[in-house]
């Protein structure tokens, strides 16, 4: 594939077998890598969490998860050598020995199957909208749960993105900080600079959308385009028609939230309350915008309403310290005044020497 961006080498080129994994680490944190599965955690911090436990695991998701959207799966096809390298950079990172590299369809785990290295193991995932999901893969490829509320990382657990550690290669091998990635724009896969208005890559349109048509946001023509942006859409799916309470959102939800009250509850504060917990839960796979016959938009009301949460709950913390403080103060004034009087009483009873 023919790249948009022409590289300049911003680094010294590494030979990664023979230098101390904290160069490598440093390599890392200097590229300004994060990840580009969606997150864009910085890499070199996630790394770092990973080398407090023993033993240490790489994981790499390459499983394609949101229909449409098939960047992952051409990085994969044509530049498998480097992604092999560069899980052999983080095994040696991490100071362990294997890697494991999980794929969403047969014909991408053939085509690693013939580049295999035997420190690498390959696991084909079905692709489900959430079985990309970094939980959710540690599961299907180690058969470890992670609860809801803790990272692989802190369990020693390395989850990374196939376009992350193309660019780990890159930043490594060729000297190259991340400049452009892989997206699917309109359903065909190209190289797209990075920090380029999005009216740039696909035109102006009144309907365009970062990210694949079920999980991504409605997005401003001259928004920048991001390491973390897989696909772009400029024909968003028009508008919905009414929610028919057919409750499919919530029978196809992997996590069982109840997607169709927490939509039914969109516009009631005191109800969504109640649905907080939910609302932080999910991962936003999509599935539930994907099963909808009414083609709503179910994720941007859940993002709406979580970031209003957010802001509600920051708000109340405010004024819980706030309240704090002022009761402290009139405390300390209290004990303050008691102090002098106290002080005055004890001189009114006193002796005078005179």
Aim: proline content about 5%; some cysteine; aromatic content about 6%.
């Amino acid at each position: 594939m023919k790249r948009a961006v022409f590289h300049v080498a911003e680094f010294q080129v590494l030979n990664w077998k023979s230098e101390q994994p904290e160069i490598l680490r440093d390599r890392i944190r200097e590229a300004g890598i994060v990840g580009m599965g969606g997150a864009g955690y910085p890499t070199h911090e996630k790394i770092e969490k990973c080398l407090a436990y023993d033993p240490r695991t790489v994981l790499v998701n390459g499983v394609e998860c949101e229909p449409g959207v098939s960047a992952d799966e051409t990085l994969i096809i044509n530049y498998a050598e480097e992604i092999l390298e560069g899980c052999a950079i983080l095994e040696r990172c991490l100071g362990t020995t294997g890697s494991h590299l999980a794929v969403g369809s047969r014909f991408v785990f053939n085509t690693f199957k013939e580049l295999k290295k035997a420190n690498t193991t390959l696991t084909v995932v079905e692709a489900t909208p959430s079985s990309g999901e970094e939980r959710a893969l540690v599961q299907s490829v180690l058969g470890q749960h992670i609860d809801s509320d803790e990272f692989p990382a802190n369990k020693g657990i390395l989850v990374l993105n196939v376009a992350t550690v193309f660019a780990i290669y890159e930043a490594v091998c060729k000297g190259y900080r991340p400049q452009d990635r892989i997206m699917t724009v309109n359903c065909i896969d190209v190289w797209v600079p990075l920090e380029e208005p999005i009216e740039c890559i696909v035109g102006r349109s009144t309907q365009l959308t970062a990210g694949g048509c079920y999980t991504g946001r409605l997005a401003d023509g001259q928004q920048l385009t991001q390491a973390t942006l897989n696909a772009i859409e400029s024909d968003r799916p028009p508008n919905p028609s009414p929610c028919i309470r057919c409750g499919w959102c919530t029978d196809v939800c992997p996590l069982k939230l109840p997607v169709e009250a927490i939509y039914a509850s969109r516009e009631n504060e005191d109800q969504w309350a109640q649905f907080a917990v939910d609302l932080h839960t999910c991962f936003e796979c999509g599935a539930c915008v994907e099963a909808c016959p009414s083609q709503i938009q179910i994720l941007d009301v859940i993002r709406q309403e979580r970031s209003s949460l957010t802001h509600q709950n920051r708000a109340k913390e405010h004024a819980r310290i706030a309240n704090e403080r002022f009761a402290e103060r009139n405390r300390r004034l209290e004990r303050l005044a008691n102090q002098a009087a106290e002080r005055r009483a004890s001189r009114e009873q006193s002796s005078r020497k005179w």
